[in-house]
């Protein structure tokens, strides 16, 4: 049974930077997808970058040069470096995984990121 925690959210000014972070807990054995999704209020719920266990990566081109996505494979938490925040940043970030090893299908309570200009 896994259980994703996401942290790292806050409050910032544009330009600045935050690294987000989700924690992977219980039988992480399967995971072969992590990712962030983002939404904001009222909005679709979008993908923001995407990694699997074999290091492949992706992002949206938004955030493409602006974020970065990667993995402590030994601890098992995911990263979200994001550098050069716009207010169009501003959402709830989700941590999403495949604790079956099949889609994503588990997700985080998300972290609020608001960027203030």
């Known amino acids: 049974h896994v259980q994703l925690v996401e942290s790292g959210g806050g409050l910032v000014q544009v330009g600045d930077s935050l690294r987000l972070s989700c924690a992977a807990s219980?039988?992480?054995?399967?995971?072969?997808?992590m990712g962030w999704y983002r939404q904001v209020p009222g909005k679709v719920l979008e993908v923001v970058a995407k990694?699997?266990?074999?290091?492949?990566?992706k992002s949206t081109e938004s955030v493409k040069g602006r974020f970065t996505i990667s993995r402590d494979s030994v601890k098992g938490t995911l990263f979200l470096q994001m550098n050069s925040l716009t207010s169009e940043d501003t959402a709830v970030y989700y941590c999403v995984t495949n604790p079956d090893g099949r889609g994503l299908n588990l997700w985080g309570k998300g972290t609020l990121v608001t960027v203030s200009s």
């Open positions: 990694l699997s266990t074999d290091s492949n990566t």
């Open positions: 219980g039988d992480t054995r399967c995971i072969s997808k």
